[in-house]
């Protein structure tokens, strides 16, 4: 029996000094014991997580822009990757209009604020204008406007990924015109600065765990466990209908590429737990995009659809909107007319474009629905500061995942996939020698393809479970 404990004990040290996993999801623990526990020690440990984000977000641009450029030229056709955006933008919407009406139809069967009665005059609505920061959602306009860069510069300094990939599109498309023959070092540049990245990703990575615990921690001692109680109903419908839409997407994965949703989520485990410790899907951009490389996505698509999705896919975000506009209307006695609430979706659908970057987004989103309506008290929106961030694990998976499922369905739409090696790596093999040159790619190629899987720094990413 002693030797059984000992052997044990080697087993569960070992798996805890190789194991991603295993490390976040013990830091998981950790930070829900010190926020508990201390609550003040859990607050001041923030900082942990924020630098961790902050370290991420520095590689985030520069990465996308070596991807994008790469894909651009090794596809050796501008016209497919418009193609990709036009498919993906198509994608973007429909599930996002189907994430806010899917919340709406749950907030009406479930009423997750009916019977609390509350007074609007008694919300404090300088609370909201603290938490938004004075900030507003871009009209259309200026959200079109913003997405072109006026310094290249700029692009870079502000980490503003729409300008990035629009720079990144007009350097694909200038490589592409020019052809390797009068710029022939500089894709290898390119993808050598590529590597680098991922490398330097790497080493940030080792720090996942101390994120995780630090805004674990932050979390339960500022907030506590009472809004667990207090918004008991709101948040199990909120989480409920967020599993529901999950499974609509493993559905449609499965009609259009025959891949398993459930088998990426295992693939990906590490990352959606990093996620959902930090409640940042930024942090695992560079790593989620290395994993659908290696799944067989193009490059093209992964560079394009994946970033894109950051801003125009946010499927959890539009669940918790719409249900928190029924919510707040419950909470007040307001009845939402069948008119009304076919208006919320409309303002959602316009006002939830602009929200990526804009802080307190949510608040800024749902007082401008408020005032489209003309019937809930722009200090109701007051009610959901309680349980904002404890919303943020549901808005930050759903999210994520409904942008992985995008690259997995575009890639297909447009022959981008190659759907063996996808199938071999979701089943925790690792794909066969030569994976790489089999998959699809356009006859025309002026550059090199030999590298176009993955990166060498993606020898440090597991691709598959054992």
């Known amino acids: 029996m002693p030797h059984a404990n000992g052997t044990l004990v080697r087993r569960a040290g070992r798996l805890l000094r190789t194991s991603l996993f295993t490390q976040v999801l013990v830091a998981l623990v950790l930070g829900v014991v010190v926020g508990r526990l201390w609550p ?42 418009g193609r990709i955006g036009v498919k993906a933008l198509l994608w973007f919407e429909v599930a996002t209009s189907i994430a806010l009406v899917v919340g709406l139809l749950a907030g009406n069967i479930f009423a997750p604020g009916a019977g609390m009665h509350v007074d609007p005059a008694s919300l404090d609505k300088g609370a909201v204008d603290a938490k938004t920061g004075g900030s507003h959602l871009p009209s259309a306009a200026q959200f079109v406007l913003e997405s072109l860069p006026d310094s290249a510069i700029g692009a870079f300094a502000e980490n503003s990924l729409l300008q990035v990939l629009v720079l990144a599109c007009l350097v694909g498309a200038a490589l592409l015109h020019l052809g390797q023959r009068k710029v022939p070092q500089i894709l290898p540049l390119i993808e050598q600065v590529q590597d680098v990245v991922f490398t330097i990703v790497g080493y940030i990575m080792k720090l996942a765990p101390l994120a995780v615990l630090g805004a674990t921690a932050h979390l339960v001692g500022e907030y506590g466990l009472g809004a667990m109680a207090t918004y008991g109903k709101l948040i199990a419908v909120c989480y409920g209908v967020a599993l529901v839409f999950l499974v609509l997407l493993g559905l449609a994965l499965k009609a259009v590429t025959g891949l398993s949703l459930w088998k990426f989520v295992r693939y990906t485990r590490e990352e959606l737990l990093l996620a959902l410790g930090t409640g940042s899907s930024e942090t695992v951009m560079p790593r989620m995009m290395q994993k659908l490389r290696a799944a067989g996505c193009r490059d093209d698509a992964v560079g394009l659809v994946l970033p894109t999705g950051y801003s125009f896919n946010l499927d959890g975000a539009s669940i918790y909107l719409s249900i928190g506009t029924l919510f707040i209307a419950q909470a007040i006695g307001v009845d939402l007319s069948l008119g009304q609430q076919v208006t919320v979706v409309l303002v959602l659908m316009l006002t939830s474009k602009g929200m990526a970057g804009v802080p307190g987004s949510a608040f800024l989103a749902l007082s401008a629905t408020a005032s489209a309506l003309g019937v809930i008290p722009a200090a109701a929106v007051a009610l959901l500061l309680g349980v904002d961030r404890i919303m943020d694990s549901m808005r930050v998976a759903t999210n994520l995942l409904g942008n992985c499922v995008a690259v997995f369905a575009v890639s297909r739409w447009e022959g981008a996939l190659d759907r063996v090696t996808a199938k071999r790596v979701l089943n925790g093999e690792r794909p066969a020698e ?26 440090a990413v597991p691709t598959g479970e054992k």
């Open 434 to 459: 030569g994976a790489a040159e089999k998959a699809p790619e356009p006859a025309v190629s002026a550059v090199p393809t030999a590298d176009s899987a993955v990166p060498a720094a993606d020898s």
């Open 40 to 81: 003040g020690a859990g607050s001041s440990l923030q900082p942990l997580g924020d630098g961790f984000v902050r370290l991420i977000k520095s590689m985030i641009a520069p990465l996308v822009f070596c991807v994008v450029v790469a894909g651009i030229t090794k596809a050796g056709d501008l016209k497919s990757f």
